[in-house]
């Protein structure tokens, strides 16, 4: 059982920036890909990032492309998203989530997910 905690949330003002992370524990980790997940109140959960087991290949949905960066560091089984030139539509808990086999932008391919951290970007 791998089990995963996201930490780093909070108020940020718009252009702001902000790092979560997401440690995880219990089972392999290193031999996984993982992604970032967010999701807003009335809607549906979104593809923000997602990184090879090495760290070599790196997504990024099209929202947050270009401002947000996923990074990974197996020594210590955790994995980051930076988040620079934060927008209000930003707004959402962001999951850490361990992918089934490799990055996919679908949330059915991730058999393990954190409780979220609540990010909130104000005008």
């Known amino acids: 059982q791998l089990h995963l905690v996201e930490a780093g949330g909070g108020l940020v003002q718009a252009g702001g920036s902000l790092r979560v992370s997401c440690v995880a524990s219990g089972a392999t980790f290193i031999g996984r890909d993982m992604g970032w997940f967010r999701q807003a109140p009335g809607k549906e959960r979104e593809f923000v990032a997602g990184i090879t087991w090495n760290g070599i290949m790196t997504y990024y949905g099209d929202s947050v492309k270009g401002r947000f960066t996923i990074s990974r560091d197996n020594g210590k089984n955790m994995v980051y998203l930076q988040m620079n030139s934060l927008k209000p539509e930003d707004k959402a808990v962001y999951y850490c989530?361990?992918?089934?086999?490799?990055?996919?932008?679908?949330?059915?391919?991730?058999?393990?997910w954190g409780q979220g951290t609540q990010v909130t970007v104000s005008s």
């Open positions: 989530a361990a992918a089934k086999n490799n990055v996919v932008v679908s949330s059915d391919g991730y058999d393990a």
